[in-house]
């Protein structure tokens, strides 16, 4: 089956789908994206990533190319016309194609460039790799000094993925000052006895929506959330590690830096609060 | 006359030059750049541009998709086709398509996607902006910490621009611990007395290639080159400013944040620079 991919307007096999050498995103790295996790053939939290989307876009003064409601219906049709049970939906919105290369934006008349994409996984919530936990890495904090805007400037983050797999390992946390930021495309959390610790809210992080959910269900399940920046020393002595994001959800880390995080195997907690996180969230698919 | 372009050993009318969504360039700013300068038909210090891309290449693993007389060769017949006698040639690659996203990157066997352009700028070397300056404005430089690596994660420079035009001025100099680093596109000097003062290298700024040629002949011509950080309050007591790019060559800056820099206008010694740089430049250009 040929992937049917959306790009402004039309649907297309993923093979047609081309934009123009001009367009921003790709000249500049002037676009904003969001990934929507499937399960059971619904969206999960799409309302989260819109509200995300919609910031990214005012932050950088991209205009929204649709409302909510028709990126939901676009979003579901990609579902439809390729079979996705379980998977997620890449979303990306860039600045357009000026026709030509400038540092200035382009004229508000050029539309913003509007692609999405699915990818099919089929084993997504019982994903092997939660069962036995990442291993991370830690690398200093090279990006820029905004990754609360989800932008598609990902060339660090990648290079954190490779380093880690060249350490024989699934991720990196990256670390500024001293602690721990969050890890490549995931947000970084332990936990402490009944507390549990991930990296405050600034510029310096991604407004995880899986994080809010996650940090929601924790409390409500009686842990005590602390956010604030936590070392790499601390997160080696911590009883469990784990990062969340979109198409992760809650996944244990066992390892940090070779150094084992509690009994070396995922945690309890971590466990609890991913089963949580994907009975609420399909509760709640759309 | 159409713009003819060059992609991936084609060359095509603009229109046509359409890359996958799924270019590493467009999804995840995984790519370089450079920028030639065409004067009299003929181009600007060639040699250095292939060396810088060279080594972006070798910093971020990405394979060079053809030998530099070959892009050399490219470089002229698109000269050729657009019948360029001033302006530049800008030329991206990125780590290819790998027909999905991924942070990993791709396995080797991927092709790199190349791309080059010419931009037609009948009066580069007699630019109206060197003979009234650029204001600028200082910014925060909020940019990732590898700018020596040159990078398509142009989106802060271009807001930067932005930011710039907003406050009526031409460009934006970026503040980085109290000491500017250099202009969204271009290295940035001072001149006080016989001396011209510029930052250091290291991977806070770009290895300007035209940097390299003005401070070569800034010494040829007896001047004292301090290489070292400056900080706004001095570069606005200085008794000239000045910037530095392939594509505006030695420009003058006349006004930073709001307050005249010498004379309020160009100065003697960027404007000899400007002319030693042109002159130097075109004899040896190829």
């Known amino acids: 089956m040929t992937r ?7 649907y297309l096999p993923e093979a047609e789908a081309k934009i123009s050498i001009f367009d921003r995103g790709f000249l500049m790295a002037d676009g904003v994206y969001e990934v929507t996790s499937v399960l059971d053939g619904k969206l999960i939290d799409f309302e989260g990533h819109a509200i995300r989307l919609a910031r990214s876009l005012r932050e950088l003064e991209i205009a929204s190319p649709m409302p909510d409601d028709r990126i ?3 979003h579901r049709e990609l579902v439809r ?6 998977g997620m939906i890449y979303l990306q919105i860039t600045r357009g194609n000026p026709g030509d290369r400038s540092f200035m934006f382009p004229d508000a008349a050029v539309p913003s460039t509007i692609v999405a994409f ?18 991370v890495i830690s690398i200093p904090d090279l990006r820029w000094d905004r990754v609360d805007i989800k932008t598609i400037q990902l060339l660090y983050p990648s290079m954190g993925k490779m380093l880690a797999k060249k350490a024989g390992c699934d991720d990196s946390w990256f670390v ?3 602690a721990v930021t969050e890890g490549t495309s995931n947000n970084a959390y332990i936990v402490k006895g009944n507390r549990i610790i991930t990296r405050h809210l600034s510029s310096d992080i991604l407004h995880g929506i899986t994080r809010a959910a996650v940090l929601r269900f924790a409390a409500e399940a009686q842990y005590v959330v602390e956010e604030r920046a936590f070392t790499i020393a601390e997160a080696q002595d911590a009883d469990e590690a784990f990062s969340t994001a979109a198409s992760i959800f809650v996944m244990p880390v066992v390892e940090i830096d070779g150094k084992a995080v509690g009994s070396g195997k995922p945690g309890p907690v ?5 089963d949580i996180y994907l009975e609420e969230m399909r509760k709640a698919a759309i």
């Not at 016309?81 to 379980?86: P, R």
């Not at 084993?123 to 990442?134: I, Q, S, W």
């Not at 971590?270 to 991913?274: D, T």
């Open 4 to 10: 049917i991919v959306y790009l402004n307007g039309d």
């Open 72 to 74: 939901l219906e676009m």
């Open 81 to 86: 016309l390729n079979d996705i049970d379980q």
């Open 118 to 135: 699915t990818q099919n996984v089929p084993n997504l919530a019982d994903a092997p790799a939660a069962r036995t936990g990442f291993k």
């Open 176 to 178: 500024q000052d001293g």
């Open 270 to 274: 971590a466990g609890r609060l991913r």
